[in-house]
């Protein structure tokens, strides 16, 4: 358990994390950042949310992913950080990167959903308040809605950056044409998008194409969520389903995903990452490192022996020819 009161590492910068600039910007996020979407929400161990959150920070890992409905309960992810900050955190605002997000179901009633300006402001005001922040260092429009004019949530974003209430905006799951106009139109009222978020891994390889051309053609920066495919990507299930997993909960990843076919895919790949001197895991994230234009990577986790081994993926070796080609054949590209 992390003492009390937490004093961070004064090595935090020095124990190797690399980080990459986003897009044409100035700032710096470190290559593997730490996302809140599961095990921090009311009913994770507070204590083991507290462990995880402050041994990133000792770790080099300042930038912190969330969004209002991160949990379960709704809301409670931030909440969970939102006490880390105010106990341990406070003194250090000014190293943290720190994001929230609203575009999905969050609240009842016809305005807690999807892109309007009235959703994106009040939910930005309970974000902050339940993480005991006066500012987020970046908010996005989490989905694209195709009902609500793409100029009125662009220009949410704008105001709510004039607002000082974030420092600067993104985007995440956007279609690649919808993330040029949003690109264009922020740009033309002087407020860069950031980043772009999107879902990206080995086993997911949409953002190839348009949306990772499309970010760097604009200078924004990309982001990839679920690197891991949300555990498939590393040895979790190769004995079978731990009640404590992802699975086992049956949350986002379903146990009826965990096919013999799917444990087999991952075990063969597993097999190249032991020829590199890596877990599954570290390969998965090098992986999608190996592209310039991802500036990181957000990985979930439920320990810290987790995170531990992952940061361990940026000290990897280059991928040969031959290894990306083996990887090919198993993931069928
Ligand atoms: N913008 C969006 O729409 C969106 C959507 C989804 C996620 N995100 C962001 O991306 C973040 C990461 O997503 P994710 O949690 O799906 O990422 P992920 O890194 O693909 O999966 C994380 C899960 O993999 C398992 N794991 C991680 N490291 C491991 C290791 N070394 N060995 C064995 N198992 C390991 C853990 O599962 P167990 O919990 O079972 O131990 C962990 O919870 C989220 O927290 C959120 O911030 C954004």
Redesign the pocket.
Known sequence: MTKDPFSPSADRYAGGMKYRRCGRSGILIPEISL?????FGGISPFERSRDMILHCFDTGICHF???NN?GPPYGSAEETFGQIYRRDLRPFRQELFIST?AGYDMYPGLYGNWGSRKYLFESLERSLARMNLDYVDIFYS??YDPETPLEETMQALVDIVRSGKALYAGI??YPAEAARKAYAYLEERDVHCLLY?G?Y?MLVRDPEGPILDGAAAHGVGFIA???????L????YFKGIPSD???GREEYLKSAQITPEVVERSRKLAAIAAERGQ?L?QMALAWDLKDPRVTSV??????VA?ID??VAAIRGPEFTKDELEAINGIIGQ
């Open positions: 996302g809140l979407w599961h095990n992913d969330l969004a991160y997000k989490h989905r995440s799951n978020q879902k891994s969520f679920s690197p891991l495919a949300q555990g990507l590393t040895d979790r997993s992802r699975a877990s895991a957000i990985i979930g986790a439920s320990s987790q081994d992952n």
